[in-house]
């Protein structure tokens, strides 16, 4: 049980356009779920906390306009990175997390994002 | 603000050799603490989610242990494998149920 799945796995755009990522809970329902970037040899940052049906919180840092992030039913989100750049190409992770439980996210296996 | 330290960054030991992997955090207000494996280029595999009123946790070869008041965890893996080579990553949930990561210890375990 508590299966994410992230689509796609890998992904190559031109700079300057859009590209959306997937993030849906498989077998429980995510009232809340959350989306982390992580560069090389570094650790996971939090960028962005979704609930189901109401708008994102960002983390301090993190351009909303830029990171679009839709959390329309309670298996799945999704992050949209508009007008994409070289700079944000990095591996995307999103985790889920139910209303049950001891506060546990389960993570998905990720979406790496190369920008050209 | 909460802030999540990892001890040794990177690891290097012969198959076979017990080991412990440190974790510390500033604020002891948490309500779980986690530890998760990273193989490169993947995402993260749960290995021990420890509640703030527990005290260790076992799984197979791996014991986390908690100790809130002092701010530290560990992680003991038993009779390491090359399969255990990876980055072990160690996070705790704050009141605000986020979870904050440490920077990852980098395990290789040699043949």
């Known amino acids: 049980g508590a299966v994410v799945s992230q689509h796609p796995s890998r992904v190559i755009c031109k700079s300057g356009t859009s590209v959306k990522i997937e993030c849906r809970s498989l077998?429980?329902?995510?009232?809340?779920m959350f989306w982390y970037r992580q560069f090389p040899k570094q650790s996971l940052m939090l960028m962005a906390t979704?609930?189901?049906?109401?708008?994102?919180?960002?983390e301090q840092g993190v351009e909303k306009d830029k990171f679009l992030i839709n959390h329309a039913s309670l298996t799945l989100s999704t992050l949209t990175v508009t007008s994409a750049h070289p700079e944000d190409s990095s591996f995307y992770i999103c985790?889920?997390?139910?209303?049950?439980?001891?506060?546990?996210?389960?993570f998905g296996p990720g979406t790496r994002l190369t920008v050209t | 603000k909460q802030e999540v330290t990892q001890i040794p960054a990177a690891l290097s030991v012969p198959e076979g050799e017990n080991l412990v992997l440190n974790c510390s955090f500033t604020d002891s207000a948490i309500y779980n603490l986690q530890w998760f494996r990273q193989d490169p280029g993947k995402g993260l595999t749960s290995l021990l989610l420890?509640?703030?009123?527990?005290r260790e946790q076992t799984s197979g070869r791996l014991n986390a242990s908690l100790d809130k008041s002092s701010g530290r965890s560990t992680l003991y893996i038993a009779a390491s494998q090359p399969g255990d080579s990876a980055t072990y990553l160690c996070a705790v949930y704050n009141q605000g149920g986020k979870l904050i990561f440490g920077q990852g210890t980098e395990l290789s375990v040699k043949p």
């Open positions: 985790s889920a997390r139910s209303d049950r439980g001891a506060y546990e996210q389960y």
């Open positions: 979704s609930n189901e049906g109401s708008k994102a919180t960002y």
């Open positions: 420890i509640q703030s009123s527990q």
């Open positions: 077998d429980f329902q995510a009232t809340t």
